[in-house]
């Protein structure tokens, strides 16, 4: 039961991370002016939102009552300060360099969660093709990049 726990709390952690990301995307979405990064933000936000309710489906999975606690909402604030910042930037260069920090941290507690033991197979399966999807992410980034460079 310990260990049933310990993943909730991971995947909570990567469902509320998940959630912020969203929201900050279709937020910078509306802030950028250049097509092909607004298409891409579009897509990720998207994206990010399927992924979550897949993720909520999960957490289901563990026949708790997940409600929201304080914990929840304090991480909520930590990653909407930290991914604010995003929101701030002018410069599209400097924009795609924090999405793609915010990319590998997501990636980084994906990997903490896919230590876990015992994880669901299909949990498995979801966080390692969203990691794919992430991966294809920052080379769509690296390639726009270059072009604004």
């Known amino acids: 039961m310990?260990?049933?726990?310990?993943?909730?709390?991971?995947?909570?952690d990567v469902f509320l991370m998940n959630k912020v990301v969203e929201k900050t995307y279709k937020k910078a979405c509306e802030k950028v002016s250049d097509i092909n990064i607004k298409a891409f933000l579009k897509e990720k936000s998207l994206e990010r939102?399927?992924?979550?309710?897949?993720?909520?489906?999960?957490?289901?999975?563990?026949?708790?009552?997940?409600?929201?606690?304080?914990?929840?909402?304090?991480?909520?604030?930590?990653?909407?300060?930290?991914?604010?910042?995003l929101?701030?930037?002018e410069n599209n260069g400097d924009l795609l360099n924090?999405?793609?920090?915010?990319?590998?941290?997501?990636?980084?507690?994906?990997?903490?969660?896919?230590?876990?033991?015992?994880?669901s197979l299909s949990l498995c399966r979801?966080?390692?093709?969203?990691?794919?999807?992430?991966?294809?992410g920052l080379r769509l980034i690296n390639k726009e990049l270059a072009v604004v460079g």
């Open 2 to 12: 310990k260990k049933e726990k310990k993943i909730l709390v991971k995947l909570n």
């Open 126 to 136: 979801l966080l390692i093709k969203q990691q794919d999807n992430v991966h294809y």
């Open 87 to 89: 929101l701030k930037l």
């Open 98 to 119: 924090g999405i793609y920090k915010i990319e590998l941290l997501c990636i980084e507690k994906y990997n903490e969660l896919l230590q876990e033991i015992n994880l």
């Open 49 to 85: 939102n399927n992924f979550g309710e897949m993720l909520q489906n999960e957490i289901r999975k563990f026949d708790t009552d997940v409600e929201e606690s304080l914990m929840s909402r304090r991480r909520d604030q930590l990653y909407m300060k930290s991914f604010g910042n």
